[in-house]
């Protein structure tokens, strides 16, 4: 049976933390800049997102981005959010005066992203973020594509916060138990920890791996080992590798 969460807003629409300086503010008070994105504050947007604190839990991650969203974006804002293995939560920041007690209808006006993981240093997740407006506001393509935007770059941060964990965790593990892995499963492990430090796909990290072996004679099972053991290669061809 899949388990299904509620995740309420963690901090009220009218007295948020500014993220720049941690003073509370009314965000009503402050100026929304008309521009391509309507109503859209900007530049507090911008700062909030700059800001978000990392975790390896979608839910907290998306929770935060609710917060965002609402007021400076729209009137109310709500992700339903799904994880591999059947977890599912609904996260909700709701207006401050919602009309109809919160409840939305077909007349309220409302801006779509999806969004999903590749499944990077944990399990995938997917879901759909949907921000409404309640007074009459019409959301353009520009509204559509920061909030796709918003949603691209969660995902991001929640799978660069696994892939570091994952890196730590076999950088840290007590006399390097991943070099008592099978050698095919210790060169799997080096080329993820190539992908997470150099930003590459996996045959460009496996490529690297290759051009190391090259380069210092050394087997690839040895320089993986080396990745393991260090975090780092023997040797760094790695414009080599990723200039291609």
Same mark, same amino acid.
């Given at each position: ?10 901090? #009220? ?17 402050? &100026?929304?800049? %008309? ?15 700059? @800001?978000?604190? $990392?975790?390896?839990? %979608? ?14 974006? #729209? ?7 799904? !994880?591999?293995?059947?977890? =599912? ?10 009309? &109809?007690?919160?409840?939305?209808? !077909? ?9 999903? #993981?590749?499944?990077?240093?944990? %399990? =995938? ?10 007074? $009459? ?16 770059? *969660? ?10 964990? =994952? ?7 007590? !006399? ?6 099978? #050698? ?13 430090? @150099?930003?590459? *796909? ?7 791996? *290759?051009?190391?072996?090259? @380069?210092? @004679? ?11 053991? *260090? ?14």
């Amino acid at each position: 049976m899949s388990a299904v969460g509620q995740v309420s807003g963690m901090a #009220s629409v009218g007295d948020t933390a500014d993220p720049g300086t941690g003073r509370r503010t009314d965000l009503h008070q402050v &100026n929304v800049y %008309p521009s391509a994105t309507g109503r859209i504050n900007l530049p507090w947007v911008t700062s909030a997102v700059r @800001h978000l604190v $990392g975790s390896v839990e %979608p839910a907290r991650m998306f929770s935060q981005l609710a917060q965002v969203c609402v007021p400076a974006i #729209s009137d109310a804002c709500t992700i339903d959010l799904v !994880e591999e293995g059947g977890h =599912r939560y609904r996260i909700r920041q709701p207006a401050e005066n919602p009309p &109809n007690g919160g409840q939305l209808d !077909e007349e309220e006006l409302v801006a779509k992203a999806d969004f999903s #993981s590749a499944g990077a240093g944990g %399990p =995938r997740f997917s879901g759909v973020l949907m921000c409404t407006w309640f007074d $009459g506001y019409r959301p353009v393509d520009a509204d559509s594509a920061l909030i796709g935007l918003l949603v691209d770059h *969660t995902t991001a941060l929640v799978e660069h916060e696994r892939l570091t964990a =994952r890196v730590d965790e076999l950088q840290t593990t007590p !006399e390097n138990a991943a070099l008592m892995l099978p #050698s095919h499963q210790r060169v799997a492990a080096a080329v993820g920890i190539l992908m997470v430090l @150099h930003h590459l *796909t996996a045959a460009q990290a496996t490529d690297l791996l *290759t051009r190391a072996s090259q @380069h210092t @004679h050394l087997s690839i099972r040895g320089v993986a080992d080396t990745v393991l053991r *260090t975090g780092a290669m023997p040797d760094h061809p790695h414009s080599a590798a990723s200039s291609g």
